[in-house]
Structures are given as structure tokens and as C-alpha cells.
């Protein structure tokens, strides 16, 4: 298993500003998944994170609002843009541990006022 | 396309009686399919997981799934709730490219 820790836990931003939100793996992982959970919705897959390459955005995700660092095995971050309301939402970060598990943070809990 | 459904939005049960939570998915091979539960204000935690063999897979917390091909369900079971099962139930197909249900909320009556 993997232990993932994530922060900031929550934050409340003004609209136009942008967050960093950090992603911390106990161990190597090659591949790290960005989530966004709408309030009582399920998961949405914004992109997939691979160290040492671009990171692969799903479609209606754009790197230019959600831009994604995976500077080595263990770490990754993801950045919302120019926020707006309609970005307050939780943000999930998830770390690949063999035979197709994914490990989850607690979140991050964004309102944008 | 893998999808996941999860026909129930909210189940109430009393403490102590059993619970199933369905799950039907769609999927072009045999399926990864995982069940995870979010406490409120947490993250996700996979309590259990079935990849093959045999069709009834225990996880943790007293939970079992049983993958039945024929039907494409893959449904969670426990045979008495506590209290502090109340949570969101999250079935999930895939594995690299991992597909969610819409989540099924569990309420315990005391």
C-alpha cells in the first residue's frame, strides 16, 4: 500500500487567484491521478501525472487551467488558474500501487468565493 | 467504454442489519473492480478488491463483493452494520484508467 498525504486539506481562495495543491507518496510510484469531486458527485479524472513527461490530460480538463508538476517519483502538484466559483469542488490526488489500486489523499476541500 | 452504475443514491439501514450495496459495470474484458468508501471529510479507502478467481472477495471492516460475470454486478455485502459504516460507498472499474460509480450514501438509524 501507499500512504498519500496532501495539502493544504482545505483553503478558501478570491475569485481570480490560483492554488497549489501538493501531493506527497510514501514510496516510488510511476503514475499519480489528479481527481475533482463536485459536491455530491462522484470522481472525475483530470489527468494522469508520470514523472518525467507531460502529464495526459481527460477531455474538458486543459493544462493551461489545471497545470500538473511531477518533478520526481514521490511528489506531484496541481494548480487551479484563475479560479472562479464554479472550481469549488474537492480535489483528490491518487498514487498507482500495482495490480490496478489506487491509493487516495484525504483531499483538498477549495471554495472559491 | 468502461462505465460503473450504482442503481442507489441513499440507503438507510438499522444498526445491526445486513447491507448490500449494488453495483453493475461494463467493461470489454474482466474487469479490475474495487469498492471504496469515503468517511465525510476524508479520502478514499479501498476496502476491497477483485482481479480474478474466486468470485467472493473479502475486504476489510467485515465487507465482502461478490463478482458474478453473468450479471455484471460486482455487489458489497456485510452481514450487520455499525454505526460508523455511515459513509459514501464508491464502486470503481479499471485500474490506470479507473472509472467511479456515482456513489451510494449509507445512513445507520440507531
Known amino acids: 500500500s501507499a500512504v498519500i498525504s496532501q495539502k493544504p486539506s482545505r483553503d478558501i481562495c478570491q475569485r481570480g487567484t490560483s492554488l497549489t495543491i501538493q501531493c506527497q507518496v510514501d514510496s516510488q510510484v510511476t503514475m499519480m491521478f489528479w481527481y475533482r469531486q463536485q459536491p455530491g458527485q462522484s470522481l472525475t479524472l483530470i489527468a494522469t501525472a508520470n514523472q518525467g513527461s507531460e502529464a495526459t490530460y481527460e477531455s474538458g480538463f486543459v493544462i493551461d487551467k489545471f497545470p500538473i508538476s511531477r518533478p520526481n517519483l514521490t511528489f506531484s502538484t496541481l494548480t487551479v488558474s484563475n479560479m472562479s466559483p464554479e472550481d469549488s469542488s474537492i480535489y483528490l490526488c491518487?498514487?498507482?500501487?500495482?495490480?490496478?489500486?489506487?491509493?487516495f489523499g484525504a483531499g483538498t476541500r477549495l471554495s472559491v468565493l | 467504454a468502461q462505465s460503473v452504475t450504482q442503481p442507489d443514491i441513499h440507503i438507510t439501514v438499522s444498526e445491526g442489519a445486513s447491507l448490500e450495496l449494488r453495483c453493475n459495470y461494463s467493461y470489454g474484458a474482466t474487469p479490475y473492480l474495487f469498492w471504496y468508501v469515503q468517511s465525510p471529510g476524508q479520502g478514499l479507502q479501498l476496502l476491497l478488491k477483485y482481479f480474478s478467481g474466486d468470485t467472493l472477495v473479502q475486504g476489510i471492516k467485515g465487507f465482502e463483493a461478490e463478482f458474478k460475470r453473468s450479471q455484471s454486478s460486482f455487489n458489497l455485502r456485510k452481514p450487520s452494520v455499525h454505526w460508523s459504516d455511515a459513509a459514501e460507498y464508491f464502486c470503481?472499474?479499471?485500474?490506470?484508467?479507473?472509472?467511479f460509480g456515482a456513489g451510494t450514501r449509507l445512513t445507520v438509524k440507531p
Open positions: 491518487s498514487a498507482h500501487g500495482g495490480e490496478g489500486i489506487q491509493y
Open positions: 470503481a472499474v479499471g485500474g490506470n484508467d479507473m472509472r
